[in-house]
């Protein structure tokens, strides 16, 4: 049996989320389930974690949800092919980085950049290696990649920092394609 590669998408459930934004990931997410890859995520059904979902389901992919017991009471949770409920925040976190071959950080608020900057920190501790992308579509984590520069001015941060990550701006862009072929070896 060959091994299953998960991406572990970190997006906003938000449907206010632009558009544009839900577009791509989802697009990225159905190119993803054609190469063969496996989502696991946090279980929403709609923002840019639905539309990762609704990607990779209509391209035959596999998805993995994790939530919460109490999650759907503020989110519409996705008929996943195996949801898992858990009771924290923290399992939830924990449980998706145990599956993770690569992160996909999306478009999203402060859920995201919670997961975002856990992971970040877990790397910089050199607590895993799992290769972290930033979606930074049309713009979307300009402010955040800002502030990271400013914490490494301000010597509050270090150059490493930037290296714990890689950023795209668009789906297509030949670093991902790279990322990704680079997992599966």
Request: aromatic share 10%; hydrophobic share 40%.
């Given at each position: 049996?060959?091994?299953?590669?998960?991406?572990?998408?970190?997006?906003?459930?938000?449907?206010?989320?632009?558009?544009?934004?839900?577009?791509?990931?989802?697009?990225?997410?159905?190119?993803?389930?054609?190469?063969?890859?496996?989502?696991?995520?946090?279980?929403?059904?709609?923002?840019?974690?639905?539309?990762?979902?609704?990607?990779?389901?209509?391209?035959?992919?596999?998805?993995?949800?994790?939530?919460?017991?109490?999650?759907?009471?503020?989110?519409?949770?996705?008929?996943?092919?195996?949801?898992?409920?858990?009771?924290?925040?923290?399992?939830?976190?924990?449980?998706?980085?145990?599956?993770?071959?690569?992160?996909?950080?999306?478009?999203?608020?402060?859920?995201?950049?919670?997961?975002?900057?856990?992971?970040?920190?877990?790397?910089?501790?050199?607590?895993?290696?799992?290769?972290?992308?930033?979606?930074?579509?049309?713009?979307?984590?300009?402010?955040?990649?800002?502030?990271?520069?400013?914490?490494?001015?301000?010597?509050?941060a270090g150059e490493k920092?930037?290296?714990?990550?890689?950023?795209?701006?668009?789906?297509?862009?030949?670093?991902?394609?790279?990322?990704?072929?680079?997992v599966k070896q």
């Amino acid at each position: 049996m060959s091994k299953q590669y998960f991406v572990c998408l970190y997006g906003g459930a938000s449907d206010n989320i632009a558009d544009v934004h839900k577009d791509a990931v989802k697009e990225l997410c159905g190119n993803l389930a054609k190469q063969g890859f496996s989502l696991v995520y946090g279980a929403g059904a709609t923002g840019c974690m639905g539309a990762a979902a609704e990607g990779f389901r209509e391209n035959g992919g596999y998805i993995m949800g994790v939530t919460p017991r109490f999650m759907g009471d503020f989110e519409d949770i996705f008929d996943c092919d195996n949801t898992i409920k858990v009771d924290t925040m923290a399992e939830r976190k924990t449980l998706m980085e145990k599956h993770a071959d690569l992160y996909l950080i999306a478009p999203g608020g402060i859920g995201t950049m919670d997961e975002f900057f856990q992971i970040v920190t877990l790397k910089y501790l050199e607590q895993m290696e799992t290769p972290i992308v930033i979606l930074n579509l049309d713009g979307f984590y300009d402010s955040l990649l800002a502030l990271l520069d400013s914490l490494i001015a301000q010597k509050a941060a270090g150059e490493k920092i930037r290296t714990l990550f890689d950023v795209v701006t668009d789906i297509h862009d030949e670093k991902l394609t790279t990322l990704l072929e680079n997992v599966k070896q």
